[in-house]
C-alpha cells in the first residue's frame, strides 16, 4: 500500500504525465455527458423503456448497448458510440491484405498512417450513414407514432444528421485522447462504456441474492472471488508470450580483428493471444447471420433460428466458440507476419541458435506460432462463452457479462495498456522505474 501511495505522489508531481491524465479524464467525462443526451422530437420516457426491453433480453444489442455505456437504449445522439469507427478500422485493417495501394500506404510511414486515418474516418461515416437509418427504423418500429413530437421526414433528417455528429464527435474525443492524453482513446472510450454500467449491475444482483435468499452475502462474496480470479486468467491471456532465442552475429571491435565482441542475445515475444478480443468480434459479426433464420416462414428453419438468437443458450455458444478458434487462427496470420520477421532478422544479423536464417527461421516461427495460437485460442473461447455458463449458477445476466466474453477482456486489455504508458513515463524520471529502490531523476531545466 505505501509502494502505491507513492506511485501516484509520483505521478502527481511529474507536470507532463499529470496533465495527460487529467486531460483523458476530460475527455471521458464529456462522453459520458453526451451520453445523456437524449435525440431530440420524441417522448424519450417511452423510447427509452422500448429499447430498454429490447436490450435487457440478450443477443448483440445486448453487447452494444454495453459498450456505449447504455447510450444504445436511452436514444443519446451518441447511441451509435463508437462502433462505426471500430467497424470502419476492421474493414481497413482486413482491406490492407487485397489492396495494394493500402498496402504501399502501410510501408509509406508517418505520411502512409495519416493517410489510411483519413480513408478510416470516411469510410466511418459511410458506415453511420448505414447504420443510422437501421436505428431510426428500429425506434419508428418500438414506439407510436404519438410518442414523436417531430413529423416522420423531419424526423428522420434531424436524427441522422445527430447521430452521425455524434459518432464523428466521439471519433474525434478518441483520437484526441490518444494523440493529448494516456492511452488509447477508442479502446479506453469502449472501457468507459462498459465500467459505466458495472456499479447498476452489481448492485442488481446483491439485490437478488439477498432479497430472495439465494445465498445472501456469502454467495456475493465468493462469486467476487471468483470473479477476480477470472480477472487473473484474463491478465494472463492477455500478457503471455512465448520466448525464441536470438543470437546476433559476433562483432570487431576497432577494427581489430582479434578483439571480437561477443555476440548479443535477445529474444522474439510470441504472444500466447496475438489477435486481441478481434477473433471475438469477427465472430459476434458472423452470428448476426444463423440469427436471421428466426425469421423463415419454415417452422424447422426458425426453430433453428430462434436457438441462435439466445446469446445463453448451447448451440448459440458452440458455434461462437469455434469461430473464436477459427479466426483466432485468421487474425494471428494476417497480422504476425513470420517470414517478413525472419527477413529483418537475417538482415540485422542475427539468427535463431541451430536453425538457417531466412526461410527455415521463418517456417519455424509460423510453426512455434500455430502451436502456442491453438491453446491461446481454446482460453479466448472459454472466457467468450463463460457468461453463458456461469449464468446457469443463478448470476443475473447483467452481472454475468462481467464474468468473461468482449467486456472484461477489453477492460483488462486496455487497463494493462494504460497502465504501461503510465509506467514509461516514470521510468523516465527513475533510474529503477518502479522498484521499490528506484531513485528519482533531477529534472533537467
Sequence with gaps: MKNFIQTIK????????????????????????????????????????????????????????????????KASVVALGIMPYISASIVVQLMGIAVPYLQKLQKDGESGRKKINQITRWLTIAITM??????????????????????????????????????????WLGEKITDKGIGNGISLLIMIGIIARFPASFIQEVVSKVTASNGGMIMILIEVILWFVVILVCVYLVTAVRRIPVQYARKTVAGNIK??????????????????VMPIIFAQAIMFAPALLASSDNNTVKAIGIEFTNMFGLWYNLLFAFLIIIFS???????????KMADDLKRSGGF?????????????????????????????????????????????????????GTSLLIMVGVAIDTIQQINSHLLNRHYDGLMKKGTKRKSVA
Design 10 to 73: 509520483d505521478i502527481w508531481t511529474i507536470e507532463e504525465l499529470r496533465n495527460k491524465i487529467l486531460l483523458t479524464l476530460g475527455f471521458m467525462a464529456i462522453y459520458r455527458f453526451a451520453a445523456q443526451v437524449p435525440l431530440p422530437g420524441i417522448d424519450i420516457n417511452v423510447a427509452q423503456a422500448a429499447l430498454k426491453g429490447q436490450t435487457s433480453g440478450g443477443g448483440i444489442l445486448s453487447i452494444l448497448d454495453m459498450f456505449t455505456g447504455g447510450a444504445f437504449a
Design 130 to 171: 448505414i447504420q443510422g437509418p437501421a436505428y431510426i427504423t428500429n425506434i419508428y418500429q418500438l414506439i407510436p407514432s404519438s410518442a414523436f413530437y417531430i413529423s416522420g421526414s423531419m424526423f428522420w433528417i434531424t436524427s441522422m444528421v445527430i447521430l452521425t455528429a455524434g459518432t464523428i464527435f466521439a471519433m
Design 259 to 276: 578483439n571480437v565482441a561477443s555476440g548479443a542475445r535477445d529474444y522474439i515475444p510470441l504472444k500466447l493471444n496475438s489477435s486481441g
Design 329 to 339: 487462427y485468421f487474425y494471428t496470420a494476417i497480422t504476425i507476419p513470420t517470414n
Design 352 to 404: 535463431i541458435p541451430g536453425i538457417r536464417p531466412g526461410k527455415d527461421t521463418g517456417d519455424l516461427l509460423d510453426r512455434i506460432l500455430s502451436l502456442i495460437t491453438f491453446p491461446g485460442s481454446l482460453f479466448l473461447a472459454l472466457v467468450a462463452i463463460l457468461p453463458a455458463i456461469v449464468i446457469k449458477f443463478g448470476l443475473t445476466q447483467s452481472w454475468a457479462l462481467f464474468y468473461g
